[in-house]
């Protein structure tokens, strides 16, 4: 079985322009979040889906960011126009079930580089 | 509000034992884990417990959570250089939206 994929694995891109990091979960997944690291802090939430419905997306900076999940499978994380301290790794998790004790299953993560 | 604490390394030999410490702040969290990150790769659950419990075992690793003071440790017997990553302590409540609360992450190395 496929686990979740990330995509790109690595991305590097001026301050002011346009990123989108893709995500495809687990097939049968419902639950989806987006994560995000920036190097040696904690990783810090950024928003859950259930299904294409964003179920908390209290963890989003700001409106540069937008996060889609259409037809409740891939989800798309689009930073623009991206700023210095968007830089980091951004993971994607998928779970079959929202509550605990719920075992999220990470990807290896996007690495974004904003220069 | 919601925080958890680690320290960002740890160094030990092969053959001895680690322990990797973390707090936090949410009282109310029902379950705390342990994830493991190697190099290149995305994060795995490794362990978790719940929080009317004290201690959980399961072969080398032990959990030990202390509840009054919010500290969880993991502690890892006979420490092989394959267990070399970074671990993740991580709360999560039992309402609402069932966010993780993920802290800093230790780096364990270990040296042969």
């Known amino acids: 079985e496929a686990g979740v994929t990330q995509f790109p694995s690595h991305s590097v891109i001026e301050k002011g322009q346009t990123v989108t990091l893709r995500c495809d979960p687990i097939?049968?997944?419902?639950?989806l979040y987006w994560y995000r690291r920036v190097m040696g802090k904690e990783i810090k939430f950024l928003l859950h889906?259930?299904?294409?419905?964003?179920?908390?997306e209290s963890g989003m900076p700001n409106n540069r960011f937008l996060a889609e999940r259409t037809g409740g499978t891939y989800s798309t994380l689009k930073v623009q126009p991206a700023e210095l301290e968007d830089s980091g790794v951004y993971f994607c998790?998928?779970?079959?079930?929202?509550?605990?004790?719920?075992?999220?299953?990470f990807g290896e993560g996007s690495r974004l580089t904003v220069l | 509000g919601e925080d958890v604490e680690q320290s960002l390394f740890l160094s030990v030999r092969e053959g001895d034992s680690s322990v990797i410490n973390c707090t936090y702040t949410d009282s109310s969290s029902t379950y705390l884990y342990w994830y493991k990150q190697e190099p290149g790769a995305g994060l795995q659950l490794l362990t978790y417990?719940?929080?009317?419990?004290d201690m959980k075992q399961d072969q080398r690793l032990t959990v030990l959570l202390n509840k009054k003071d919010k500290h969880l440790s993991l502690r890892i017997a006979d420490t092989q250089t394959g267990d070399s990553a970074i671990y993740f302590c991580?709360?999560?409540?039992?309402?609402?939206?069932?966010?993780?609360?993920f802290g800093t992450g230790t780096r364990l190395k270990v040296l042969a």
């Open positions: 991580a709360e999560r409540g039992d309402s609402g939206t069932y966010k993780y609360i």
């Open positions: 889906f259930v299904k294409e419905s964003k179920q908390d």
């Open positions: 097939s049968g997944h419902d639950n």
């Open positions: 998790a998928s779970s079959f079930l929202a509550g605990p004790p719920g075992e999220l299953f």
């Open positions: 417990i719940f929080s009317n419990m």
